[in-house]
């Protein structure tokens, strides 16, 4: 098992920056590749970023490319991500999850989600 505390959440404004936390305990942490994904209101749960096992492969959604940064610190069994340049549209609740990362994709583990952090981003 796998459980997941998110962190770093909270209100800014546009343009504004936020640096979220996924701590990790249970199993080996860095044997996972770890991924955020969030969700706004009325929206289905959208995938954001991903990070490979040790940190040399990482991957965005459009969206946020070139505003958001993944890293992982495997001593201390935590995953960031960065956030800059903040825009409205970036108000949801964010997710991190355990899972695999295969032949150029993120496979997300259906049991290893946080329970989330809200990101308010006011305009």
């Known amino acids: 098992q796998v459980k997941l505390v998110e962190s770093g959440g909270g209100l800014v404004q546009a343009g504004g920056s936020l640096r979220l936390s996924c701590a990790a305990s249970?199993?080996?942490?860095?044997?996972?590749?770890m991924g955020w994904f969030r969700q706004a209101p009325g929206k289905e749960r959208e995938f954001v970023s991903f990070?490979?096992?040790?940190?040399?492969?990482?991957y965005y959604t459009d969206s946020v490319k070139g505003r958001f940064t993944i890293s992982r610190d495997n001593a201390k069994n935590t995953v960031y991500l960065q956030m800059s340049n903040l825009k409205p549209e970036d108000t949801a609740v964010y997710y991190c999850?355990?899972?695999?990362?295969?032949?150029?994709?993120?496979?997300?583990?259906?049991?290893?989600w946080g329970q989330g952090t809200q990101v308010t981003v006011s305009s």
């Open positions: 990070i490979s096992w040790g940190g040399s492969t990482t």
């Open positions: 249970g199993r080996t942490f860095s044997s996972y590749a």
């Open positions: 999850n355990a899972g695999t990362y295969f032949s150029d994709a993120y496979y997300p583990e259906s049991d290893y």
